[in-house]
Each structure stands twice: as C-alpha cells, then as structure tokens.
C-alpha cells in the first residue's frame, strides 16, 4: 500500500459525504468516550488525593497512641503519689505532661493538614472547563 496521502484524502472525502444523523452520532460517540474519560481521570485523582489524606489521619492515629501514653504515665504518677507521697510521683507527674503535650502536637497537626487537603479532582476540573471551552469554540 502506497503512503502518497491518498488515503487520507479518501478519508476527508468519505468524511464529507456523512449526513446530518452520522455527524450526531458520531458526537454522540464522542461525547460518550469523553465522559468516560474524564470520570476514568477523576477517579485517579480521587485516588490519589486518598493517599495523602491516609497519611495525615496516620499522623492523628500516631498522635492518639502518644496521647494514651501519655495518660497512662499520669495514671502511673497519680499511683506513685498516692503510694510514696513525694518526689515520684512528681517525677511520674512532668514525664505524663510532657508526653501528652507531644501527643497533642502530633494530633493537631494531623488535623491542620486535613484542613487543608484539597478534594476537588483539580485537573479533571480543568479539562472539563477546557473542554467546554474548545465545543463553545473559544479556543
């Protein structure tokens, strides 16, 4: 077979020649494969904006773990207190804080990173909007 453009040529003639309800349909198709395109891109983007939020909620996971630390070092100092009734449990008593001080660090920064996660699949946005753009004939 000869690659002299013919080929194409009979293309654009055959392409030419269609009808009304052909060009329709051939939109219709078109419009279909689109569709299926972007919910394909949008579920991606889901997926991955997902991933980053899994990370953040481990960091409040982390956070609440270090926090029970934390009360069970209080716990331990209140016994101490109550057992040795000076320098121990004061000991027992500043660990406790400190850990839950730590704890409640890690959670608040698990939370402020939530905050600010972006679940708007951000690029299938902008092809939709481009789309829209190129059928208005704007682009």
């Known amino acids: 077979m000869r690659d002299d453009g013919t080929r194409g040529e009979m293309m654009q003639t055959r392409r030419d020649d269609r009808s009304l309800g052909e060009l329709f349909g051939d939109l219709s198709h078109e419009t279909r494969t689109l569709v299926r395109q ?78 600010h996660a972006d679940m708007a699949p951000r690029q299938t946005l902008d092809t939709l909007k481009g789309d829209v753009d190129a059928v208005k004939g704007e682009k």
């Open 38 to 115: 972007e919910v394909a891109l949008a579920k991606t983007e889901l997926t991955q904006t997902a991933a980053e939020v899994g990370k953040d909620v481990g960091f409040l996971a982390v956070g609440g773990a270090v926090a029970y630390a934390g009360l069970l070092a209080i716990l331990a100092a209140i016994i101490l207190a109550l057992a040795l009734v000076l320098p121990g449990w004061l000991a027992a008593a500043i660990v406790g804080v400190v850990v839950a001080g730590v704890g409640g660090a890690l959670m608040s920064k698990g939370l402020a990173a939530l905050k």
